[in-house]
């Protein structure tokens, strides 16, 4: 069956680092564009970045630009979101979502904490 595990999340302090990992199974990963949500209790969820199936694109929200960078191994059907110099508004459960056409795959969701 489709599953989408999440991995990396955790505390970190202020200016900190981490990189989440979203490992894909039960789907042909390279015919998805891969995206990284995140949200904050009471909220909806927002967009953090994209990237192609060939990741030759990326998109990211603004807040994140130049501290974030997403990217995906087709080989090992996984997809990566490496974060720096984290702030305590990048609190949030994130969530990996595969999407081709109409039909999309989320994950289970992965909790970031950032907190001195």
């Known amino acids: 069956q489709v599953q989408l595990v999440e991995s990396g999340g955790g505390l970190v302090q202020p200016g900190g680092s981490l990189r989440l990992s979203c490992a894909a199974s039960g789907f042909t990963f390279s015919n998805y564009a891969m995206s990284w949500y995140r949200q904050v209790p009471g909220t909806v969820h927002n967009l953090v970045s994209t990237i192609t199936t060939n990741g030759v694109s990326t998109t990211y929200l603004n807040s994140v630009k130049g501290r974030f960078t997403i990217s995906r191994d087709n080989a090992k059907s996984t997809v990566y979101l490496q974060m720096n110099e984290l702030k305590a508004e990048d609190t949030a459960t994130y969530y990996c979502?595969?999407?081709?056409?109409?039909?999309?795959?989320w994950g289970q969701g992965n909790q970031v904490t950032v907190s001195s």
């Open positions: 979502n595969a999407r081709t056409g109409t039909n999309a795959h």
